[in-house]
């Protein structure tokens, strides 16, 4: 899988830290994760990035699904993913980074629930 498809991938998977019960729902699938300890800080950044990452893909997704062929289609998700990397790495944050972050907090529901914690304080 390459970078772009594995950003996609991580994008879908963010709207889940947004969701607190789709979230709920997949940890108890997976108890016990084993995951790193993240700053306050870095999640501070993380919590931004996805926040930002969330309002491109609402715009994209509308102009995903008005794209009338494959090639137009392909442009849209092109464009969409050139926004979310760059809004990432604007934040000082590496892709992966983000991606592994996004990764252990679907698993941890403490860390899940830091990551949710920022994004409200931000958002205030």
């Known amino acids: 899988m390459n970078i772009r498809s594995g950003f996609i991938a991580a ?4 709207l889940v830290i947004a969701a607190p019960v789709a979230l709920a729902q997949a940890v ?3 108890p016990g994760a ?3 300890e993240y700053s306050d800080t870095e999640l501070k950044t993380f919590a931004v990035a996805v926040m930002e990452v969330q309002r491109i893909n609402e715009v994209y997704s509308a102009k995903l699904q008005a794209a009338s062929t494959p090639e137009e289609q ?3 998700v092109q464009t969409a993913t ?3 990397t760059q809004v990432v ?3 000082g944050m590496s892709v992966d980074r983000f991606t592994q972050i996004l990764n252990h907090a679907q698993m941890s529901p403490g860390l899940a629930d830091r990551v949710r914690k ?3 304080e931000v958002r205030y």
Do not use: D, R, Y
């Open 74 to 76: 392909e442009t849209v």
């Open 34 to 36: 084993n995951v790193p």
């Open 82 to 84: 050139n926004q979310m």
């Open 28 to 30: 108890e699938s997976q």
């Open 118 to 120: 920022h994004m409200q």
């Open 89 to 91: 790495e604007k934040n």
């Open 11 to 14: 994008l879908a998977a963010a």
